[in-house]
Structure formats: structure tokens, C-alpha cells
Nanobody, 125 residues
Framework: QVQLVESGGGLVQAGGSLRLSCAAS????????MGWFRQGPGKEREFVAA????????FYADSVKGRFTISRDGAKNTVYLQMNSLKPEDTAVYYC??????????????????WGQGTQVTVTS
């Protein structure tokens, strides 16, 4: 069992930065691949970024590539999403999620086993 708690969301002007954190509980955190998803108003939840269990490989949606960076700290059981050059279209609730290895694509919500409660990010123009 893994429990996930996001933090770090808030209100920021376009061009600004935020760093989201996802604190995980459970001894097996290091075994899971981790992902960030977001859901904007009236939209479906979409993939943002993912990082494999070892941290060696990362994946990004085209819309955030070059602006967002996902990382993980095994000692702190925490995953981060550094968001730079934020745009109004980045406004959404951001969710952290965990998936087991060999359980399908990193990009689909269906393949993640555990989810956090979400944190709101609002970017004003």
C-alpha cells in the first residue's frame, strides 16, 4: 500500500515557477514508477510526466517538455515536479500517482495503482 500527498500548488503569474512535491508513505516506494497528471476545468485527466523507479529515465508530455522537470528523492520518499515558464493553460489540479513496473504504459491513468488527492495550480496572465 502506498499513500501519496501532494503539496506546493498555488497561484502564480505567467512566466513564473512552482515546485510540486509528492510525499509517499510505504516501505516499497522505491519499487514504483511515479507520474504526475493534471486535470483542467472541463477536461479529462492528462499525463504530464513520469519517472521510473530508479530515476534514470523520465518521460514528458510534449506540452511541458523543456519547461517541467520530474525528479525523485528516495531518501525522502518524495517525487517533485519543477514547473518553470508557466502558462495560463497549465492551470489544473495536479495529481501524483504510483504504478508498479511492467503494468503498462506510463501515459495512461488506467495503469496507475495509487493516487494523491491533488493540488491546485492556477496561472494568471
Amino acid at each position: 500500500q502506498v499513500q501519496l500527498v501532494e503539496s506546493g500548488g498555488g497561484l502564480v503569474q505567467a512566466g513564473g515557477s512552482l515546485r510540486l512535491s509528492c510525499a509517499a508513505s510505504g516501505r516499497t516506494f522505491s519499487s514504483y514508477h511515479m507520474g504526475w497528471f493534471r486535470q483542467g476545468p472541463g477536461k479529462e485527466r492528462e499525463f504530464v510526466a513520469a519517472i521510473i523507479w530508479s530515476g534514470r529515465n523520465t518521460f514528458y508530455a510534449d506540452s511541458v517538455k523543456g519547461r517541467f522537470t520530474i525528479s525523485r528523492d528516495g531518501a525522502k520518499n518524495t517525487v517533485y515536479l519543477q514547473m518553470n515558464s508557466l502558462k495560463p493553460e497549465d492551470t489544473a489540479v495536479y495529481y501524483c500517482a504510483a504504478k508498479l513496473p511492467y503494468s503498462g504504459s506510463y501515459f495512461s491513468t488506467d495503469n496507475y495503482n495509487y493516487w494523491g488527492q491533488g493540488t491546485q495550480v492556477t496561472v494568471t496572465s
